[in-house]
């Protein structure tokens, strides 16, 4: 007769919650510790005492590149509480919105038709964000110890696209300001959002 093993996971965010999985999976009798009423770490929310208003923590979006988490809600049956879209919409102040959303074009070109009549940008606007993101068509740069924010001025960004492209797309992704991103993490995430594929790119909230 085989003992069945047992393991004490202590942390109940993102990591453990995937590490627990895992040793379940391979038999393991699994204990998950958690100090709060409640796991998910980073990616969870509260309930606001004063207000009653339902608080996250950081963003809690995702993309359609995001395999190991999509597998993750999956294996914890969460997956179908996720609302996916094929769009991803600006809003500036005083409500103007842009949408860039796929086209029939194939990649990495299916979001262009939408870029190019995007009200929210000027002609210099496009064109600088469109030198940047050139950068990541052949792959994703090497980790050279340089953040995003320096990146973006050696790129000759544009004061507009930086603070109403470049930081949403990466805060909401990341949780962090772009001078504490690295050039090859931000790279991953535009060229997996807006170059591979329509189905890579799309947005989840879950």
């Known amino acids: 007769m085989t003992t069945?093993?047992?393991?004490?996971?202590v942390g109940g965010g993102l990591a453990g919650i995937s590490a627990a999985c895992a040793l379940a999976d391979s038999g393991y009798h699994v204990r998950l510790l958690e100090r709060r009423p409640y796991v998910g770490g980073r990616a969870s929310s509260y309930e606001h005492p004063g207000t009653g208003e339902?608080?996250?923590?950081?963003?809690?979006?995702l993309i359609g590149r995001c395999t190991n988490l999509i597998?993750?809600?999956?294996?914890?049956?969460?997956?179908?509480?996720?609302?996916?879209y094929d769009?991803?919409?600006?809003?500036?102040?005083?409500?103007?919105r842009t949408l860039l959303q796929p086209s029939s074009l194939p990649a990495p070109f299916h979001t262009s038709l939408s870029f190019l009549r995007a009200p929210a940008f000027s002609i210099a606007d496009?064109?600088?964000?469109?030198?940047?993101?050139?950068?990541?068509?052949?792959?994703?740069?090497?980790d050279t110890h340089e953040n995003f924010a320096h990146w973006l001025n050696r790129h000759s960004q544009t004061?507009?696209?930086?603070?109403w492209f470049w930081q949403p797309v990466l805060v909401s992704?990341?949780?962090e300001d772009l001078d504490r991103i690295s050039v090859k993490y931000a790279g991953k995430v535009f060229r997996e959002s807006f170059l591979l594929s329509p189905e890579a790119g799309r947005m989840g909230i879950p």
């Open 159 to 163: 004061s507009r696209a930086i603070r």
């Open 54 to 61: 339902v608080i996250d923590n950081c963003q809690h979006v």
């Open 173 to 175: 992704a990341l949780n």
């Open 126 to 142: 496009k064109l600088s964000i469109a030198r940047g993101m050139s950068a990541f068509f052949s792959g994703i740069p090497e």
């Open 87 to 96: 769009h991803f919409t600006f809003i500036e102040p005083g409500g103007r």
């Open 4 to 9: 069945l093993r047992s393991v004490t996971v």
């Open 71 to 84: 597998d993750l809600y999956r294996r914890l049956g969460a997956l179908d509480a996720i609302r996916w």
